[in-house]
């Protein structure tokens, strides 16, 4: 398990950059969650961007929960990569629900897929817009890392932010639909204080 994080973290860093700040949480019953932030000043646009990655969830592989007895090592690994502006909102307050997403198939025993809607019950930082994301396809920003020796390898789950109305239009008519919504209204799905798409 702690090789496995040594190489995720290694992989974070090589895409990333060196994090400037890191914070753990750990729930009853699970492993040790840490979120490190990585700010980008080099992106292009007019604002520097924040990015925030789980680094834990890939320790062990997520379970079909309806299996009897999990595989210690076949199954899917993931982190989770979330991107926003930086210095628009409080937005390092989203460690604790990032952390407490990236414990949930050990807590609720989910698999965490692209397409899949998480939801927080809460603001995912003060005054946010967002009480859930939509899990998009990854490879973009950082590779899957090959583990070798029959396991699956880890794969970097971005999240894209949601309000609720988009979350529950989104249930109604797929992740596909949404982010076509959003590409055709030329969405800022890193701005941490947008409104919701328009949807009718």
């Known amino acids: 398990m702690e090789k496995v994080l040594a190489?995720?973290?290694?992989?974070?860093?090589?895409?990333?950059?060196e994090p400037d700040a890191r914070a753990s949480v750990t729930f009853l019953g699970?492993?040790?969650i840490e979120v490190l932030r990585f700010t980008d000043t080099e992106n292009g646009g007019d604002r520097p961007v924040v990015r925030y990655a789980t680094l834990g969830m890939s320790a062990r592989p997520m379970t079909d929960p309806t299996s009897v007895v999990a595989d210690p090592v076949e199954g899917p690994r993931a982190e989770l990569v979330l991107t926003v502006r930086a210095g628009l909102a409080d937005t390092d307050k989203v460690l604790r629900p990032l952390a407490v997403l990236a414990a949930s198939p050990q807590v609720e025993g989910l698999v965490v897929a692209p397409?899949?809607?998480?939801?927080?019950?809460?603001?995912?930082?003060?005054g946010a817009p967002f009480t859930s994301v939509l899990v998009a396809e990854p490879g973009g920003l950082v590779p899957d890392l090959e583990l070798g020796e029959g396991m699956d390898p880890v794969r970097f789950l971005p999240l894209l932010p949601m309000t609720p109305n988009e979350a529950a239009w989104k249930r109604v008519h797929g992740?596909?639909?949404l982010e076509e919504r959003w590409l055709g209204a030329q969405t800022d799905l890193r701005d941490p204080l947008r409104a919701s798409v328009r949807l009718d």
């Open 7 to 17: 190489l995720v973290e290694a992989r974070l860093r090589s895409a990333l950059g």
């Open 30 to 32: 699970t492993d040790r």
């Open 115 to 126: 397409g899949a809607s998480l939801d927080t019950g809460e603001p995912l930082w003060p």
């Open 175 to 177: 992740a596909q639909a």
